[in-house]
Structures are given as structure tokens and as C-alpha cells.
């Protein structure tokens, strides 16, 4: 079965996001080395535009309408990242963003999408339907909907930072990478195996929310109730469909951490390493760091997928 994104839509994805993207960096500590075992390489999406590796994906896809469809304005659904993400590649296209944002998306990610130029329409994530809303929403208004991971040019564009480290790096034994909606695991995966194909991917989900887990189980796609966690960017209650087709196919599995194993994470991050994650940002690193990765590789890349959080929340998870 031939996969909806290919390595090739990777490295055109990456060519035109050249300039325009940050590169980011690829950081390693030897403490966290000698605590795992193994030479441990993590890939700094927080230092992405926006502070996430969702721009990346958000601006591939606007970047391929059509000049007339994108001249009458592109919308999103997403609970920040992808948000703050789609609204900074409209103002950088030149074009305008309506964003479907939760009730209690994080004030930190609400600000910063509405600072971009976006409009913000809210909804209850826990009792309406995010996707059929976003689908009425740009209908109603003449948008183009740009979701925020079950695209195909969405996906290439998150494979691209999984390319950068693997310039960065060479051959790794394993990458770990966080599971939402799956895009970016989805794009990591295509990336990592047509480079390297021997190389494990195995995704981290909060285990509130572990529907990419059950649905790689069943061998189709589950949904559960929206899931309750700290990690906001992982709260999802089914993984999308173009994303499940590829990671059935190149994923080894998932793993799961719990909000208590995340903190420390974040906390690690910033004592030892000096950057700042959010919980969705942080859990690949607290799966590491919690021995779930079973038979610990050599050569691991982890990807920090975000840093979007504000001093109040941040200080309040991790300054106990």
C-alpha cells in the first residue's frame, strides 16, 4: 500500500520552509546520558516560531493553495499550537486566519494566536465536536480548513524537523517523539525510515489520553473520552485517519507517562538542560526518562515538541 505522504514530500516541504522556519537546535547533556544509558540527542522545538514544531506543518500547508483560495483567508481548529502556528503563517502569506480555539485553551497560546491576527471563536472541547465545527466554520465564511495534523502536507512539513537531526546527528537507533493527533510522529516516521530503516520510532502519550496506543492494538481507530491531562496538546480522543494509516505502518509503538513523570521532565529540562517545555513538549523526554523505552537503544533522538506555556502555569507544575 503505497503511504499518503512520501520522504520526497518531506524534502520539499523542507525546501520550502527554508528561511522561513527556524533551524532548531539539537541539545545533549551528559547526565541525562549516564541517567539512560544511552548518548541521548533532543531536538529543541520549543525554539521553533511560535515555540512549537506546529508552524513547520501549518505554513507547508497554506503555502501550496492556490493564490486565489489562499487570498480569502485559511482557518483551524486546535487548542494553541497549531493555532498560534496557522495564524503566523496567514500574517506571513498575507492573507487572514479564523481559529476554533477550546474554552480553557491556555491564556498563554489564546494571547499569542490573537497577537498573530487571528479571529478566535471558542467552543467546550468536552461536549461539541472540534472537527465537524471547524468544518462549518470555514464553510460559513468561504475559509480553507488547514487541520492541525491529518493532512498530508501538514505532515510533511513536521518531518522536517526530524531531517534536521538526522543531518545534525547521522544514524540514530531510536527516535521518540510525542503523540497527538499523530502528524508529528506521522512525519518523523516517514522521515526516519527512509533514511535509516532499521531505526525504531516509538511514540509517548500522556496516559490519560492514549488513543493512538489502543487504536495501534485493535488495528483501527479508537476513540475515548477527551482525555483529562496537563498535556493540553495531547488531549484527543481518536487519532486522525491519514496519521493512523502511516503510523500502523512505520511506528513500533507507544508508550505512555503520567502528569507526575511530565513534571519532572520539565523540570529536568530547565534545572539541567536550561530551556522550558510544556507538558506536550516534554513527555518523549519523560518517557526516557522514565525507563519506558524498553531495551534502551544507544543512539536515541528525543524531539521537545513545544514550549508554549506561561510563567504562572509553569511555575505552578513544577516549582513543588
Same mark, same amino acid.
Do not use: W
Given at each position: 500500500?503505497?503511504?499518503?505522504?512520501?520522504?520526497?514530500?518531506?524534502?520539499?516541504?523542507?525546501?520550502?520552509?527554508?528561511?522561513?522556519?527556524?533551524?532548531?537546535?539539537?541539545?545533549?547533556?551528559?547526565?541525562?546520558?549516564?541517567?539512560?544509558?544511552?548518548?541521548?540527542?533532543?531536538?529543541?522545538?520549543?525554539?521553533?516560531?511560535?515555540?512549537?514544531?506546529?508552524?513547520?506543518?501549518?505554513?507547508?500547508?497554506?503555502?501550496?493553495?492556490?493564490?486565489?483560495?489562499?487570498?480569502?483567508?485559511?482557518?483551524?481548529?486546535?487548542?494553541?499550537?497549531?493555532?498560534?502556528?496557522?495564524?503566523?503563517?496567514?500574517?506571513?502569506?498575507?492573507?487572514?486566519?479564523?481559529?476554533?480555539?477550546?474554552?480553557?485553551?491556555?491564556?498563554?497560546?489564546?494571547?499569542?494566536?490573537? =497577537?498573530?491576527?487571528?479571529?478566535?471563536?471558542?467552543?467546550?472541547?468536552?461536549?461539541?465536536?472540534?472537527?465537524?465545527?471547524?468544518?462549518?466554520?470555514?464553510?460559513?465564511?468561504?475559509?480553507?480548513? &488547514?487541520? @492541525?495534523?491529518?493532512? @498530508?502536507?501538514?505532515?510533511?512539513?513536521?518531518?522536517?524537523?526530524?531531517?534536521?537531526?538526522?543531518?545534525?546527528?547521522?544514524?540514530?537507533?531510536?527516535?521518540?517523539?510525542?503523540?497527538?493527533?499523530?502528524?508529528?510522529?506521522?512525519?518523523?516516521?516517514?522521515?526516519?525510515?527512509?533514511?535509516?530503516?532499521?531505526?525504531?520510532?516509538?511514540?509517548?502519550?500522556?496516559?490519560?489520553?492514549?488513543?493512538?496506543?489502543?487504536?495501534?492494538?485493535?488495528?483501527?481507530?479508537?476513540?475515548?473520552?477527551?482525555?483529562?491531562?496537563?498535556?493540553?496538546?495531547?488531549?484527543?480522543?481518536?487519532?486522525?485517519?491519514?496519521?493512523?494509516?502511516?503510523?500502523?505502518?512505520?511506528?513500533?509503538?507507544?508508550?505512555?507517562?503520567?502528569?507526575?513523570?511530565?513534571?519532572?521532565?520539565?523540570?529536568?529540562?530547565?534545572?539541567?538542560?536550561?530551556?522550558?517545555?510544556?507538558?506536550?513538549?516534554?513527555?518523549?523526554?519523560?518517557?526516557?526518562?522514565?525507563?519506558? &523505552?524498553?531495551?534502551?537503544?544507544?543512539?536515541?533522538?528525543?524531539?521537545?515538541?513545544? =514550549?508554549?506555556?506561561?510563567?504562572?502555569?509553569?511555575?505552578?507544575?513544577?516549582?513543588?
Amino acid at each position: 500500500m503505497t503511504l499518503p505522504v512520501s520522504f520526497d514530500d518531506v524534502r520539499e516541504a523542507a525546501a520550502r520552509l527554508k528561511g522561513i522556519a527556524h533551524r532548531t537546535p539539537v541539545l545533549t547533556s551528559r547526565t541525562l546520558n549516564s541517567l539512560v544509558g544511552a548518548e541521548v540527542f533532543i531536538k529543541c522545538e520549543n525554539f521553533q516560531r511560535v515555540g512549537a514544531f506546529k508552524f513547520r506543518g501549518a505554513y507547508n500547508a497554506a503555502a501550496q493553495l492556490p493564490p486565489e483560495q489562499l487570498a480569502m483567508g485559511i482557518a483551524a481548529y486546535s487548542s494553541g499550537n497549531h493555532a498560534q502556528a496557522t495564524a503566523l503563517a496567514a500574517r506571513e502569506l498575507g492573507t487572514s486566519a479564523v481559529i476554533l480555539m477550546p474554552e480553557d485553551a491556555p491564556r498563554s497560546k489564546r494571547e499569542a494566536t490573537a =497577537g498573530y491576527g487571528a479571529d478566535i471563536v471558542t467552543y467546550d472541547r468536552y461536549a461539541q465536536d472540534r472537527t465537524a465545527l471547524g468544518e462549518a466554520l470555514a464553510a460559513d465564511r468561504g475559509l480553507t480548513l &488547514i487541520p @492541525p495534523y491529518d493532512h @498530508p502536507h501538514v505532515i510533511a512539513g513536521q518531518g522536517t524537523a526530524a531531517l534536521e537531526l538526522f543531518e545534525d546527528t547521522g544514524a540514530l537507533d531510536a527516535l521518540v517523539v510525542p503523540v497527538g493527533g499523530g502528524g508529528l510522529i506521522a512525519g518523523s516516521a516517514t522521515t526516519a525510515k527512509a533514511l535509516h530503516p532499521g531505526i525504531r520510532v516509538i511514540g509517548v502519550e500522556p496516559e490519560a489520553g492514549d488513543d493512538t496506543r489502543r487504536s495501534l492494538a485493535s488495528g483501527e481507530r479508537v476513540t475515548i473520552p477527551v482525555p483529562r491531562t496537563i498535556a493540553d496538546g495531547q488531549a484527543l480522543p481518536t487519532p486522525g485517519e491519514i496519521t493512523f494509516a502511516v503510523n500502523q505502518r512505520l511506528v513500533e509503538g507507544v508508550t505512555l507517562v503520567s502528569d507526575e513523570e511530565i513534571i519532572g521532565a520539565m523540570r529536568f529540562a530547565f534545572d539541567r538542560l536550561k530551556i522550558v517545555l510544556e507538558p506536550s513538549g516534554a513527555t518523549a523526554l519523560a518517557a526516557l526518562m522514565g525507563g519506558h &523505552i524498553d531495551n534502551p537503544p544507544r543512539r536515541i533522538g528525543v524531539i521537545a515538541s513545544g =514550549g508554549n506555556i506561561d510563567i504562572r502555569r509553569f511555575t505552578e507544575l513544577v516549582g513543588g
